[in-house]
């Protein structure tokens, strides 16, 4: 467990959206010459903290190098300096859904409850909903701070929905029967995009698979794609990829499904509830006024949606630790975390969830159905966003890669059904 620091005597300054530095007299962070050294994805709350940034260096006193590339990039470079146990990152973002487990085992992360316990009472350090910071823990251990909530939402196309008479799904079933009758209707208009990257995939395929009323494994951790609800899933997600998707689907994840459907080449996305901005900015996309937004629609078993957050992390290997404490206040406080809703980044604090300042402005439809596709993600959501453990990721890999073959052609359902079965068989029972 990590040593205590000395905060509490630290307030939350609100007006300047900023705390002031104060840390422990010993710590090699203190004073005004500091330079944290911050690494994150491109990624929707990437865009909108770096403009603010620059507040939070005037008050503190503490710079902050940003550094950003794209996801795969990030994850490389956070993994070789945590590796390498490196001093030249300090903070990070992390994805604790997906690494959260092989990162708490190799001590890449420096645990938080002691920070936490002695944050100044203005961060309200139990302020984040309980999903949130539930999320970010680890063998009961807070290793992260949450930064989002998000999940798959279906965006679709009011003007087109609109002139065709088609209502917005409500089920799988509906998905692929709304899918089939704008086929019909256009051949301009790829009637559905979504993700169908290998590791990528599971996060939007996780509805479908979970909807069936099935989980990752059973409870003595064997896999359960050995069960016909894997097969119905994969097929249901395959023959939307493959008969109603995008040419070149296999190669697609949120970047390029949202730049599709903000081009007003698609009628439908399933994608990340963080894709708003991308979809209705007016300088970025060209049916921004005709966007409408409506939660993940459910299977047989009912709406079983993925969530998940993204969450900002210390490196045990920081020589700057009290400096990076205070910028991990400030980027998670309740005020910023306000600010941040106007990059519509949805909020892991309950307080600010229901905040009138926040709320006020979600005052158009597209928002007000957006708003309540989120609430959906809180209320139903699965947080795992592929089978847990120290090989998540390649797990989920190994779910991308069996269904990419069924998008292709290259395989049945059955067929990719069982070959994740017996690939994630041995992965599991490592851990």
Known sequence: MSTRRKIAGCLLGAAAL?????????????????????VMSNHPWQRGIEPLISDFEEESGISVDVQTFAEQQTRDKIQLNLQSQSSAMDVYMTLPSREGQLFASSGYYEPLDDYLAEAPEEYKADGFSAGAIEGMKVDGETMALPLNVEGPVLYYRTDLFQKWGLTPPKTITDLIDTAAKIEQKSSDITPITLRGQAPALPFTFGPFFH??????????????????GAVEAIEQYATLAREYG???????SFTESSTLFAQGKAAMELESSNELNSVVDPEKSTVADNVGVA???????????????????M?????????????????????????????DIAPPRDGVATDPAYTDTLDTPTLEQWQAA????????????????NNAPEMRKVIGDAIGKVILGDAT???????IQNGLTPLLSEE
């Open 315 to 343: 490196s045990p290997f920081s020589e700057k630790k009290d400096a990076a404490w205070e910028f991990m206040q400030w980027a998670t406080s309740p005020e910023i975390q306000l600010k941040l809703t106007e990059a």
């Open 413 to 419: 359902a059955a067929e990719a059904a069982d070959e």
């Open 18 to 38: 900023a705390l002031p530095a104060c840390g422990s007299p010993s710590d090699s962070a203190s004073g005004g010459e500091d330079t944290v050294t911050l």
């Open 295 to 313: 939660p993940v629609p459910a299977g047989e078993a009912g709406p079983a949606p993925t969530v998940l957050s993204w969450g900002l992390a």
């Open 246 to 252: 995008p040419p070149g689907v296999i190669n697609y």
């Open 211 to 228: 909807g069936t009323g099935l989980e990752w494994t059973d409870e003595q951790g064997t896999p359960n794609f050995d069960e016909s």
């Open 374 to 389: 989120v609430a959906d993600l809180q209320k139903n959501g699965n947080v795992e966003v592929g089978p847990v453990g």
